[in-house]
């Protein structure tokens, strides 16, 4: 009996481990300032075969949303909660800014541990580190190689911020010295030592977020000629930059297949937001770019890869948001919210996995941002204060109140006879409507016919706005300065 009874425990751990090895492995990738015009099968001249194989094997996703900046992108991404939940309502954290992701609510690599998951972090992380409680590995990270900050140069990794300036390159917490490495080769790299070391017992989230392809316009000869015809200077590199990307996000699932990995991962892409016009990116035919409110800056590309999927080599138009991908990949592998602060994120992965099945997600608040200067007049009668800066989605309507950023169409510079400038509005014209089902190019504005779906939409925002926490964008800090830290960026405090 006893012997029997030991047997049957046996068999019991073995399935349990056996269950728990069966939760697929999570490769995140996001390309910083990535445009809609910029991967491939959106028609770009730009060559991204790598990403359109994986885009074409798994699930486009058409009707994605991301946040104009970086730093608000990512808090949602890692959070799941809006940026008015979390303060981060006014641009981006600045590298001699005492902010941070607030650390009252557990992240996405916190709550993958806890169902089981070795979890890694390699590239940009943008979410505060003034204090060492803010660095990736107090974060739930079980290592992190990358740079903290917005933007640096791709060779040496050094960050200029003002007069201060220093290197931007940590390995878990210690300064690294890679001088010389193109980041998008070492990131890549770092990302495959991840993958060649990892006990396969264990479910890996590995988390890449590129440096690719933000300013500054730096990237290796070889990659630029294949688009010597491209004569617009800063296009033609930005181009070569995308191809070196594409070749690295390649490489990595190489080494998924190698180590007998890939047909139990699930590859999730995104960029964090809209293409910089002004740094080679694009976003045509959509209307503005990054740090707008447009089209330009908030649909973003986005796409899903896993042999575990239901359905493969389809186009999703559900409305989905980059605050979704928390309560989305905790759902895939059974994990819990336990301990969360309420989310905004929905759960998509039925819909994801199963087009029988449609998206939960109703609105999308792209933002309300009390510290841009108010524009015009304020509607006698309207529950919000259309003068502040805010954009809602709501179904196929989109609103847009205050300053939105730039609203031009912008080609990509070989088809400059297409060139469109942006629509002449008064310069007191604080609010647009466009249903984005039938305009999603906003070139139609029906803000003067519709005047019922303004008011039920500025009394959305006014809803949301009253669940809003203070914006926390506090002063620049001297001692922040990396000639104080060993010439490196890093806690200060």
Excluded at 380 to 399: C, E, H, Q, Y
Excluded at 435 to 457: A, C, F, G, L
Aim: aromatic residues 10%.
């Amino acid at each position: 009996m006893k012997s029997l009874l030991c047997v049957v425990v046996l068999f019991a751990v073995a399935c349990f481990v056996k269950s728990q090895n069966k939760k697929p492995h999570i490769l995140l990738v996001i390309a910083d300032d990535f445009g809609y015009n910029d991967i491939g099968y959106h028609g770009s001249e730009i060559k991204t075969p790598n990403l359109d194989k994986l885009a074409g094997e798994g699930i486009k996703l058409e009707n994605y949303y991301v946040q104009p900046i970086c730093t608000p992108s990512r808090s949602q991404l890692m959070s799941g909660r809006y940026q008015i939940h979390t303060g981060l309502q006014h641009g981006v954290i600045f590298p001699a800014q005492p902010n941070g992701l607030p650390l009252d609510s557990p992240i996405l690599p916190e709550k993958l541990k806890e169902a089981g998951y070795s979890t890694h972090a390699v590239g940009k992380w943008h979410l505060g580190f003034y204090k060492k409680e803010y660095l990736p590995t107090n974060r739930g990270f079980d290592s992190y190689f990358g740079y903290l900050s917005g933007a640096e140069d791709y060779f040496t990794h050094e960050r200029c911020f003002g007069v201060m300036c220093g290197t931007d390159l940590l390995d878990n917490t210690n300064p690294a010295n890679y001088s010389g490495q193109y980041s998008a080769h070492l990131f890549s790299q770092k990302a495959v030592d991840v993958v060649k070391n990892h006990n396969t017992n264990q479910p890996l989230f590995l988390y890449l977020p590129f440096q690719s392809v933000h300013a500054p316009l730096q990237v290796p000869d070889k990659y630029i000629q294949p688009y010597m015809h491209i004569k617009d200077e800063q296009r033609r590199t930005y181009a070569g930059m995308v191809s070196a990307m594409d070749e690295a996000i390649w490489n990595l699932t190489e080494v998924f297949k190698q180590k007998g990995m890939w047909n139990n991962t699930l590859m999730v892409f995104s960029t964090d937001n809209g293409g910089q016009i002004h740094a080679g990116g694009n976003n045509y035919p959509l209307r503005g770019w990054k740090n707008s409110l447009w089209e330009g800056g908030v649909h973003g590309v986005g796409f899903v890869h896993g042999q575990m999927l239901k359905r493969k080599g389809t186009v999703s138009r559900d409305l989905i948001h980059i605050s979704d991908w928390f309560p989305t990949l905790l759902s895939m592998v059974g994990g819990n919210l336990n301990g969360t602060k309420p989310l905004d994120g929905v759960d998509q992965w039925k819909t994801i996995n199963d087009e029988s099945t449609p998206s939960q997600r109703r609105s999308i608040l792209h933002n309300i941002d009390p510290l841009y200067p108010p524009v015009g007049q304020r509607l006698p009668t309207s529950p919000f204060d259309n003068r502040i800066r805010a954009a809602v989605r709501m179904g196929d309507w989109k609103l847009v109140t205050g300053f939105p950023g730039n609203g031009s169409w912008i080609p990509p510079p070989h088809m400059k006879n297409l060139a469109m400038s942006k629509i002449n509005s008064a310069a007191e014209k604080n609010i647009w409507l466009f249903n984005i089902t039938d305009d999603p190019n906003e070139h139609n504005d029906v803000s003067d016919t519709m005047q019922h779906v303004v008011m039920d939409m500025l009394e959305l925002l006014a809803q949301y706005n009253k669940t809003a926490v203070p914006c926390r964008f506090p002063n620049i800090d001297p001692k922040a300065d990396p000639k104080y830290h060993g010439g490196y960026w890093g806690p200060w405090e």
